[in-house]
């Protein structure tokens, strides 16, 4: 089972369901797919993908124009997906940031094999590998560094923060208690009265909302904790 997180962006229903298939059929288990340009780069901006399908007739937009959209949140191989076979589209393609360049119609399997190559060189088939960059919308966090953007600018975080924010990236959309944040994140034992979490959730807040007191991403449920959205749903906070 390959832990690897692929995109596929293509307008053609059949190719989507095609790849999607053969892709799961050799274990490959993460695939969101897009069939337009907008829904593709929306997804680019919430997560981070290991590999990124793209198709150059796309409507409204081209491949080749969100290639270096899509480039600026990801290093991650992209491959252009087209009928387009001439010597200067595939210069076209190499020139705004794609690593390979498959014409169609193709053999879905070459596709596996080239996915294969690409995600054995970069590294990122190996199963549980850690993450490290965590993009959610306007929040970017490097787990190698430490670097942490909001809106592409750096800010700096306490320790103790940058972990809680590390701990969410990486649960994103899960719903944790009180207790269960402070025993996984502080490693210590959850009495009931420590105020430290909600103190820790405030200044977290604080520095990557907009709007503190009218959060957006690091939402409280009410009566059961709090949750980091990643997806754009919303809950009671306080």
Not at 76 to 105: C, E, M, N, Q
Request: aromatic share 8%.
């Amino acid at each position: 089972m390959y832990e690897a997180k692929l995109l596929i962006v293509d307008d053609e229903t059949a190719i989507l369901h095609m790849l999607t298939t053969i892709l799961k059929k050799e274990n490959f288990t993460h695939i969101d797919t897009a069939s337009n340009a907008e829904d593709a780069l929306s997804l680019c901006q919430r997560k981070q993908y290991d590999l990124v399908l793209l198709d150059v007739m796309l409507p409204n937009r081209s491949g080749f124009e969100i290639c270096p959209l899509i480039r600026e949140t990801t290093d991650a191989p992209i491959f252009f997906l087209t009928a387009r076979s001439t010597d200067l589209d595939k210069l076209s393609g190499f020139a705004v940031g794609a690593d390979d360049y498959i014409t169609k119609p193709f053999n879905p399997l070459e596709i596996v094999a080239r996915v294969k190559a690409h995600l054995r060189r970069h590294q990122r088939k190996i199963p549980n590998m850690p993450q490290v960059t965590y993009q959610y919308g306007p929040i970017q966090l490097n787990s190698i560094s430490g670097e942490v953007k909001v809106n592409n600018r750096t800010i700096d975080l306490p320790a103790q923060v940058y972990q809680l924010l590390l701990f969410f990236c990486k649960h994103p959309n899960q719903l944790f208690s009180k207790g269960q944040l402070y025993e996984k994140v502080w490693g210590e034992e959850f009495l009931g009265e420590d105020n430290t979490v909600m103190v820790h959730i405030r200044k977290l807040r604080e520095k990557i909302e907009d709007n503190p007191s009218n959060p957006s991403h690091l939402l409280t449920v009410r009566g059961l904790g709090y949750k980091f959205v990643a997806d754009g749903e919303r809950y009671e906070h306080s």
